[in-house]
């Protein structure tokens, strides 16, 4: 049985899906508040859940020198700050059981990264802290391995969980989507997210720099909303050239408006 809590929390009692947003890591002092004013006031209008996310380290990056945050605590702060100002929930993921304890205390929902789905100390010690722990299934695992994680999760007492599809690693450089993981993931009696953006990377370059299928975002998009996913998550930049992290696989942030009001009317149709 889902906390109701999480019921209220995340809108499911409307019907509509929320949405997780924001940039992919904090970049600077300014971006986070600007990106999440932004996407607060189309959420507002279009009456769906918004929870900011943004990362404030990059742990998993292909090379030595690619950008991996301004500073933890700073960035924790300015996170902390969205939810305070804009009183939404805010999110950001954890590498390490030592960072569960530190992030919760700046965040409404600690996130495990799919290559660390199967880690168990890290998954226990996210739900000890209480607050909500939002799973991302690992690119290699299946649908229904993923109900031994949650319940990693369950048996620290903690009942707010949920897992996030954000694809299936396809050859060595592409990932795909299989849909049927929407409802095998709800069958666990916890609300399921489609990563749209994180879905569309090409992982694995020679460059040493993710690339991505940003064309693709609206079609996933749709095929989540019409499928049933409870929410779904973009990563968007106002200038995703200019993004220090996943900047080839977001959404520029002028085109998330056009694209959650055609999501609202395939939700509401169906």
Known sequence: MINPLIN???????????????????????????????????TDRLEIQFIFKASYQKANRS??????????????????????????????????EAQAEIAAAYVDILQIPAFLCRQTELLVAAGK????????????????????????ALQTG?????????????????????????????A?????IVDVTHSLQQPNQLSGVTGGRPDLIETIAKAAIAVGADGIFIETHPDPSMAKSDG???????????????????????
């Open 158 to 186: 903690n009942s707010k969980v949920m897992l996030t599809e954000r694809g299936t690693t396809f050859g060595y450089q592409d990932l795909i989507v299989d849909f049927r993981n929407i409802p095998e993931m709800q």
């Open 248 to 270: 080839a696989n977001m959404l520029r942030l002028d085109l998330l408006e056009p694209l959650l009001e055609k999501l609202v009317r395939i939700r509401k149709a169906i």
């Open 63 to 96: 090379r030595t020198d690619s950008f991996t945050g301004i500073g933890n605590q700073k960035a924790l702060q300015l996170i902390a700050q969205v939810g305070k100002d804009l009183g939404i929930p805010v999110l950001t993921d954890i590498h390490n």
């Open 129 to 152: 802290t209480g607050k909500t722990v939002n799973i991302k299934k690992g690119q290699f695992a299946s649908a229904g391995s993923m109900k031994y994680a949650v319940e990693k």
């Open 8 to 42: 209220n929390f995340l809108g499911r009692e409307t019907g509509m899906f929320f949405l997780i947003a924001g940039p992919c890591v904090v970049e600077n002092d300014f971006m986070p508040m600007e990106i999440a004013r932004k996407i607060k006031s189309i």
């Open 188 to 192: 666990f009696n916890v609300p399921v």
